[in-house]
T-cell receptor, first 113, second 113 residues
Framework: GQQLNQSPQSMFIQEGEDVSMNCTSSSIFNTWLWYKQDPGEGPVLLIA?????ELTSNGRLTAQFGITRKDSFLNISASIPSDVGIYFCAGRDSGAGSYQLTFGKGTKLSVIP | DSGVTQTPKHLITATGQRVTLRCSPR?????VYWYQQSLDQGLQFLIQYYNGEERAKGNILERFSAQQFPDLHSELNLSSLELGDSALYFC????????????FGPGTRLTVL
């Protein structure tokens, strides 16, 4: 089945620093989604990407759909303490006739004030 | 608040027992998805219902079953519970069956003792 490799697994950064994380898949995806999960809560959708090469921003967050359609990147600029949480990428290959999302294992972000 | 509600928030039970988790999708959403999240496995897709019909099946055990009712709420039934079934169970919803954007509920934390 499809596999998503998300890296890094965890990161500790200083408040104000920029953050980058990425996801790569073993197959081509038509959609990439980025979610954030706070402790004890469900994942919240941050950004959705639908086209190869697409670059989309949501406030301080920017995500890109890789040209190869096998990867995606999420950047957070000028991090703040409330950015703490687990960030998940998710992808879907609609062409396979399945609407199932495949999730990465997450990047745990810690922000040091 | 995603608009997806799940009850109960916490559930503690014993091995061999049966439990039912409940989900109400966002108003207007026809599709409901169930996911299991454990520490070592990340978010695993279990099953999807669209407008009352099963649409897709993921890594759902035979001991588990789900249904979606005419009012579009859904229930996930877990039977013959084992210690390894302890996890967070999330419900997500989307407008249609093929939507990429799924909105997650707050989850039910199941502990099997």
């Amino acid at each position: 089945g499809q596999q998503l490799n998300q890296s890094p697994q965890s990161m500790f950064i200083q408040e104000g620093e920029d953050v980058s994380m990425n996801c790569t898949s073993s197959s081509i995806f038509n959609t990439w989604l980025w979610y954030k999960q706070d402790p004890g809560e469900g994942p919240v959708l941050l950004i959705a990407l639908y086209k190869a090469g697409e670059l989309t921003s949501n406030g301080r967050l920017t995500a890109q759909f890789g040209i190869t359609r096998k990867d995606s990147f999420l950047n957070i600029s000028a991090s703040i303490p409330s950015d703490v949480g687990i960030y998940f990428c998710a992808g879907r290959d609609s062409g396979a006739g399945s609407y199932q999302l495949t999730f990465g294992k997450g990047t745990k972000l810690s922000v040091i004030p | 608040d995603s608009g997806v509600t799940q009850t109960p928030k916490h559930l503690i039970t014993a091995t061999g027992q049966r439990v039912t988790l409940r989900c109400s999708p966002r108003s207007g959403d026809l599709s409901v998805y169930w996911y299991q999240q454990s520490l070592d496995q990340g978010l695993q897709f279990l099953i999807q219902y669209y407008n009352g019909e099963e649409r897709a099946k993921g890594n759902i055990l035979e001991r588990f079953s789900a249904q979606q009712f005419p009012d579009l709420h859904s229930e996930l039934n877990l039977s013959s519970l084992e210690l390894g079934d302890s996890a967070l169970y999330f419900c997500a919803s989307s407008v249609y069956g093929g939507d990429n954007e799924q909105f997650f509920g707050p989850g039910t934390r199941l502990t099997v003792l």
